[in-house]
């Protein structure tokens, strides 16, 4: 009888089991994590009253679904505020390599409703409390706002870290070669659901139009009709505001520009931002334009930010992922965040008292001489913000942003890539020799301007405009009052047929700052501009 050997098997048993090792790995030789989330294994969750905390251990993309609405983790962890008592079907999903993964179904049972979220900060503002009758439209009869649309850039929605900019004054919809779309949204905070009424809206299934002249494409909508009651659910988390959430190229934040400029009527904002995941379908009613070219992706439509809310004003914030056309028909990306304003439909708005900007102290006279203009860039162009200025010195950035601000006509046909076009190159020669070709003459108390500009929009867009203003001026602690009007041409602030200026000391090392008003008392809108004067 032979002997077992005992050796033999340790062996054996080693390889088999090196065998088993390594068929457990990918074909890189790695080892292989099965991802699929599972009670209590790789996720878990606490209720503490109406909230529920969810937790994981998965690695990347993971939210937690709740009668249909996508709750994503930040940081491995999400907080769902349940406000009514009962059981809610859960599961927990991830994506990873293309592939999502999700666990079995499983209950969360709430003891009791609690629905005191409702009646403070962004909850209460939003859907009117636990009562609700709050309607929310556009402010297109600019009833409180100074436009239904306003917009600014920054480096997160496609600009660059110096070119963070806005908002500026934005536009009535109209002014864009849009129209909006009639309809209003409310909210119910019992329920987490949404209705949207659209009585004259668009779908997102519009294409670009091809020019006449067969040179590229342009804006167009033939998108299809959107309307009826759309309803479904909607998520929303709320947080306190952060003062630095964005710093311009200013060196003023985001809010500091809104609060001294176009929004300077609002006084403050509201202490909370909130973040609102809408279900498939629901949005706000926004414009046909934006919507029907499909300058928005769904999910842009779907996940928006309240950077304001109050009992009766709202401002939102809509990613624009796209914007114009390239001259192959496809869509090129876009530059900025949107933000629309939205008033309550059943709340009665005063007449609004208009207010005109507090202006920088004033000082001083025009001496006798010749003056020209500052090199560009190098001098700010407004004096509520400075927002210029010799932040923006790069003189490629500068023509760029000219392009972006349509100072040299439509950026369809200025601008491609970030980088002038021939068209947009010629244009900008001509604007810059005109610029810097004009002189202003002070002798005693008279003024003679020699004009020299372009019109964009003229049917030669390089064509020079040459003029001559001659007028007599009376100044008064640093405010020219013109006996008639006169113009002063530079491409993103210039002077159009103005009779009144300031002089506003200690803006720049050499020369001075001449400032200008254009107050529209009618419209609540307010801009203002600023010129370097060099006396030579």
């Not at 033999?8 to 088999?16: A, D, E, N, Q, S």
């Not at 909006?180 to 997102?204: H, K, M, Q």
């Not at 996940?303 to 304001?308: Q, S, Y």
């Not at 309550?344 to 708005?349: G, P, Q, T």
């Amino acid at each position: 009888m032979k002997k077992f050997n005992f050796n033999y098997v340790t062996v054996l048993l080693g390889v088999l089991m090196m065998v088993f090792i390594t068929s457990c790995k990918d074909d890189n030789g790695e080892e292989t994590i099965d991802y699929t989330p599972v009670l209590n294994k790789n996720f878990s969750f606490t209720v503490n009253a109406n909230d529920v905390v969810f937790t994981t251990t998965i690695p990347g993309n993971v939210w937690f679904t709740v009668e249909g609405t996508d709750y994503p983790t930040v940081d491995k962890t999400v907080t769902v505020n349940l406000p009514l008592k009962g059981t809610y079907p859960v599961t927990c999903s991830t994506l990873g390599s293309g592939v999502t993964l999700t666990s079995a179904a499983f209950d969360v049972v709430i003891e009791a409703d609690d629905l005191s979220f409702l009646e403070e900060g962004i909850w209460k503002a939003l859907t009117g409390g636990a009562d609700g009758g709050k309607t929310w439209i556009l402010d297109m009869e600019k009833k409180y706002f100074h436009n239904p649309l306003d917009f600014y850039g920054d480096e997160e929605a496609g600009g660059t870290s110096t070119n963070i900019w806005g908002p500026w004054g934005g536009t009535d919809i109209y002014g864009w070669g849009s129209t909006p779309e009639v309809g209003e949204i409310v909210f119910n905070g019992v329920t987490r659901s949404a209705t949207l009424t659209l009585t004259d809206g668009v779908n997102a299934d519009g294409t670009a139009v091809a020019k006449a002249d067969g040179t590229g494409y342009e804006y167009g909508v033939n998108a299809t009709s959107r309307v009826g009651t759309f309803e479904g659910t909607f998520s929303m988390t709320t947080y306190e505001r952060d003062a630095n959430f964005l710093l311009l190229s200013s060196g003023a934040t985001l809010w500091e520009n809104m609060l001294t400029g176009q929004y300077k009527y609002l006084g403050t904002l509201s202490e909370e931002m909130s973040d609102i995941t809408f279900a498939e379908g629901l949005r706000f009613p926004l414009d046909k334009n934006r919507v029907g070219e499909q300058q928005f992706l769904a999910e842009d439509l779907m996940n928006v930010k309240i950077i304001h809310c109050s009992d009766s004003a709202l401002v939102v914030r809509v990613k624009r992922t796209y914007e114009g056309f390239d001259e192959a028909g496809n869509h090129k990306e876009s530059k900025c965040w949107l933000l629309y304003n939205y008033i309550v439909k059943e709340y009665d708005y005063p007449e609004d008292v208009f207010v005109a900007p507090d202006r920088p102290a004033t000082s001083g006279t025009l001496e006798d001489g010749t003056y020209k203009l500052a090199e560009i860039p190098g001098f700010y162009y407004n004096w509520i913000t400075l927002a210029l200025g010799d932040t923006w010195t790069e003189l490629d950035a500068y023509k760029k942003n000219m392009a972006e601000w349509w100072c040299l006509g439509n950026p369809a046909e200025t601008l491609l890539d970030g980088v002038l076009t021939e068209i947009g190159q010629a244009r900008w020669d001509a604007a810059y020799s005109a610029y810097t070709a004009q002189t202003i003459v002070v002798s005693g108390s008279n003024i003679t301007v020699n004009y020299k500009g372009i019109n964009v929009w003229g049917a030669n867009p390089t064509e020079l405009i040459d003029s001559t203003y001659v007028t007599t001026f009376t100044s008064a602690g640093g405010v020219i009052t013109l006996a008639a009007p006169i113009s002063v041409y530079t491409p993103n602030a210039a002077f159009d047929n103005v009779s009144e200026l300031y002089i506003l000391p200690g803006l720049f090392t050499t020369g001075i700052a001449i400032g200008h008003d254009q107050i529209d008392e009618a419209n609540k809108k307010y801009e203002t501009k600023l010129q370097n004067w060099i006396k030579q």
